[in-house]
């Protein structure tokens, strides 16, 4: 038999954006450690609504650690205390009998709480539709093998490109910077032959957007890589500061367009 | 209802040249004067909204989720087909499209299997183009690895996380268009209703699902690439919010549903671990590679595993049954989906199963580990092999992982002609969602291949070609304002207070769960005749109990995820019984339908050519009335019908 434990959850409850939230305490029993921590929460909201109240909101969707959906700072910690684990995988074997977990949505200016565990990460897409694209029409490809690509870049682009946009770096940054959600995409298309024409253009945009979105500067800290669920690294963050001094450079001597 | 599939004259291989020539073209400065709607934002919904908007048409796209970038196109691990033969193996296009018809089971519709084929090549140069980090060798070209029901190397794959890439590819040329103001993107809409003028499809009814309030699209053509219905299992590897409702809805609206009762069970998932589980996960088919799948020949033997008792790894090699490679030894580990999930059934129907439920079976790495060391399987399975570890506790380095089949894709779906255009005129369907390409089983890495195809080369030149028949007076003239959008939108309202005004006792929830019941006991692995009639009889009672007893708290202005699965629930529901129908009718046995009066000797399916040689299609007749049903039958020119065997 799998072992099971009674824990208590205090739980942000916020009914819309402009109303004020608090953290709400409830009792769930019976939790099995092979259950996820969102398969708890389920369990919490069959109860409140067997109680004919409203369940937890909270966003999820594929609940296996890919699709970026599931955002809520678990005891202090976004996406939890396991290392390199969304929320959806966290497993309720890394908790025990009795203990008490606190589960609040993203803090972050830019990310406004939608509902209770709910945020608005809508900026993340503001950013990638300003540049975070190469621009290939459908139909004017080459051969996929006429350009070869060593396998120590495609690897570095797929360590970049493994970014789910989930946005636990910008909530566990104390300046709620992006700079690594920014640099992983940065990254990932300016070190691939194909991005290069647009590489210039694609990190001032980027940045540009960044910013205008409110997001703060990068101090170096480091939390963003160790809450981050796909281990992105913070070189990322330095690959971003390097493409954008040089394109600030060449943009003061001979403007991008 | 009209089942003309219209398609094209001509040998196989000439067929969509000569129909991309032969169809209407809209000329590019009037293509701004047309709007087009693009529910889902998957691989067949971003690509077609990116490629029509990158055409210069006006595109609206809906998604549920709070980005376009979480469809769950994203979660696809292996890879993507594509015939290039870079591995010089003796692949084509002719053998992809042999073998995706062969693995279909001789039902799908040729032609659109060859073009399939035939523009798998076009895609992946567009996703590389597109900066799709695929894995390479090290002199810098593509790598390629095998998968179930193919005997070459042809699949493309990004680790084990290749539907990420594509479908952050495919959201890259999105965001760009909304950037530019061609795609007006709609995130946290949900499509509740198609809305009709004349005969054709002229917009949609939604809800936004972050405020509650609901809201008319209009458009000149519709394009759903809205997932398939593998949630009506409750459990499944599909994502919390995939649903039905928008093909259901459609479908409702005179769209006929093509064979709703082909479903893939996929062999390779995390067994089931209790009852308050929410979903199913998927370990990639790509592990059949180097692991090994096997259960102890002795029932005895693995009840001793499942109380842990005895260490898998103590079992000597005489004393496992390694199925799949004893019973079909040309494909071995790698036999396809539908033959490998039911082979791992009938060894736990046997007592042989292993996990604390008895359901469940071994996929070992030992053999690959001690022949090509532990550095190579982490390269190729890493990240696979971690996710397995962070879920169930266990080390597969250390010890076999356990798997066992569950619910992944869905072949049925919304029925299409050869422009991907279902029997409504205007509405076109692309992905999961239209049943198009895979027959009656899909192989591994083909649902990456199909969407993008769809999305990227198809849909762009189909819808152009009914916009330019429409004609460009006809362009933008649906407005919001006619009466047809007001009685849908009032209908949809109507609903919504319903659900929120029963004021029964039970959750969305709870009868999702016993929808999910009824329909894998009886439409899963193994149907019956009696089983199926059976289960129309409890889905009937079950809906009757939901519009009675159903309890939806909170209300409708704003997020209310109960509110969300009611509504889904509801057409789960419904659709259970159609798929249920259409087991019932289907009195063979073929691909991921197993209907157990229809099996040879040694338990393999047997299909009935010559009678069910037919793409089941039903048309929706009103709430208590048998739906009718229609035929497409299918005509094998260029394949030869022949018994699928993989021994």
Redesign the interface.
């Known amino acids: 038999m ?1 072992k099971t434990m009674d824990l208590t959850l205090k739980v942000w409850r916020q ?2 954006a402009n109303s004020m939230g608090a953290f709400e305490t409830y009792g769930v029993k019976d ?2 450690e ?3 921590f ?2 708890m929460l ?2 919490l ?2 109860d ?3 109680k ?4 937890v ?1 909270f ?11 599931c955002s809520m700072t678990i005891n202090g910690i976004p996406h939890g205390p ?1 290392k ?2 969304t929320a959806c ?1 966290l ?1 309720m ?1 890394h908790f025990h009998d009795g203990q008490t977990i606190t589960i609040e949505p993203w803090r972050a200016k830019p990310f406004p709480v ?3 565990l ?1 945020v ?3 900026p ?3 950013i ?3 540049g ?14 006429a ?5 120590v870049t ?2 570095y ?2 360590d970049a ?2 970014c ?2 989930c946005g636990a770096c910008v909530a566990a940054c104390p300046n709620a910077s992006a700079m690594l959600f920014t640099g992983a995409k940065v990254s ?2 300016n070190s ?1 032959p ?2 290069k024409a647009e590489k210039d253009r694609r990190t001032l945009a980027m940045v540009t957007a960044m910013d205008g979105e409110g997001f703060g500067g990068c101090t170096n800290i480091g939390e963003c890589e160790a809450a981050c669920p796909k281990s992105i690294s913070l070189d990322m963050i330095a690959h971003l500061n390097r493409d954008y001094a040089t394109a600030q450079v060449k943009n003061f001597f001979n403007p991008v367009t | 209802m009209n089942l003309d599939s219209k398609i094209p004259e001509g040998p196989l291989s000439e067929k969509w040249s000569s129909h991309k020539f032969n169809m209407k073209l809209v000329n590019p400065s009037n293509r701004r004067k047309y709007n087009i709607i693009v529910v889902g934002s998957g691989l067949a919904g971003g690509a077609a909204a990116a490629s029509l908007a990158e055409q210069g048409y006006n595109v609206s796209c809906f998604c549920y989720q709070d980005s376009p970038r979480r469809a769950h196109s994203i979660a696809a691990q292996g890879g993507i087909n594509a015939s290039k033969n870079y591995q010089n193996d003796g692949d084509s296009v002719h053998r992809l499209f042999y073998d995706t018809v062969k693995g279909g089971d001789y039902r799908a519709r040729e032609a659109n299997v060859y073009r399939l084929s035939e523009v798998s090549s076009d895609i992946i140069d567009q996703c590389v183009a597109n900066g799709v980090p695929f894995a390479r060798e090290y002199g810098g070209l593509l790598a390629n690895r095998s998968f179930g029901g193919a005997q070459v190397s042809r699949t493309f794959y990004a680790r084990g996380q290749t539907g990420q890439q594509l479908l952050l590819g495919a959201y890259s040329a999105l965001s760009k268009q909304i950037g530019l103001g061609k795609v007006k993107m709609f995130n946290r809409h949900e499509m509740l209703d198609l809305v009709k003028v004349d005969g054709h499809a002229k917009g949609i009814i939604v809800r936004n699902m972050a405020t509650g309030e609901v809201s008319r699209h209009a458009s000149d053509a519709v394009v759903l690439a809205t997932g398939g219905y593998g949630n009506v299992f409750f459990l499944s590897t599909n994502a919390q919010g995939c649903n039905v409702t928008a093909a259901y809805r459609a479908h409702k609206r005179g769209a006929g549903m093509a064979n709703p009762c082909y479903t893939q069970i996929h062999p390779t998932c995390i067994p089931v671990h209790g009852d308050k589980q929410s979903k199913l996960t998927l370990m990639s088919e790509s592990l059949r590679n180097d692991g090994r799948i096997w259960t102890p020949k002795d029932a005895e033997v693995a009840a001793m595993i499942r109380k842990g008792e005895t260490d898998p790894n103590s079992v000597a090699e005489d004393d496992r049954d390694y199925f799949l490679e004893r019973k079909y030894p040309s494909f071995g580990n790698l036999a396809p989906r539908d033959i490998s999930s039911r082979a791992a059934k009938e060894a736990c129907d046997e007592g042989r199963g292993v996990a604390s439920t008895g359901l469940g079976v071994f996929l070992d790495f030992r053999d690959a580990i001690k022949r090509d060391g532990q550095n190579t399987i982490k390269e190729r399975y890493g990240n696979l092999f971690d996710m397995y570890q962070c879920i169930t506790g266990d080390n597969p380095y250390e010890t076999p992982m356990m798997i066992f089949p569950a619910v992944h894709y869905t072949m049925g779906g919304l029925w299409v002609d050869y422009n991907l255009e279902s029997t409504i005129p205007g509405m076109f369907v692309g992905g999961e969602a239209n049943f198009s390409d895979h027959g009656a089983n899909r192989l591994g890495a083909s649902a990456l291949m199909q969407g993008l195809s769809d999305g990227y080369f198809v849909l762009p030149y189909t819808v152009g070609n009914y916009l330019g028949k429409q004609g460009v007076a006809a362009a933008g003239k649906v407005t919001t304002e006619h009466p047809a959008f007001a009685e849908a939108e009032a209908n949809v309202k109507a609903r919504i207070d319903k659900f929120l005004s029963i004021g029964g006792t039970e959750s969305p929830r709870s009868f999702h769960k016993r929808l999910g019941h009824i329909i894998w006991e009886q439409c899963g692995m193994a149907r019956s005749k009696e089983g199926l009639e059976g289960a129309i009889k409890d889905l009937q009672a079950l809906r009757k109990e939901f519009w009675t007893n159903l309890r939806v708290v909170g209300d409708a202005d704003g997020i209310n995820p109960e509110l969300e699965r009611a509504g889904r629930v509801a057409d789960f529901i419904e659709f259970g019984e159609l798929m249920c129908r259409d087991a019932l009718m289907r009195e063979e046995s073929c691909g991921g339908h197993f209907r157990v009066e229809h099996q040879t000797e040694d338990g393999e399916a047997l299909r009935d050519d010559e009678n069910f040689a037919f793409a089941g299609v039903w048309e929706y007749k009103g709430d208590d009335v048998d739906p009718q049903l229609h035929k497409e039958s299918l005509i094998y020119e260029n394949v030869e019908l022949a018994t699928r065997s993989y021994k």
Do not use: Y
């Open positions: 799998e009914k819309s939790v099995s092979g259950s996820s969102l398969e389920d369990t909201s069959e409140l609504v067997e004919g109240k409203e369940p909101a966003d999820h969707d594929c609940r296996e650690g890919i699709c970026g959906s396991e390199a684990t995988q497993h074997r939608i509902k209770d709910v608005d990460r809508s993340f897409d503001r990638i539709q300003s975070g694209f190469i621009t290939s029409r459908a139909g004017s490809a080459v051969d996929a093998n350009i070869p690509i060593s396998k495609a690897d682009a797929m490109a493994a789910i946009g990932h298309m691939l194909q991005g």
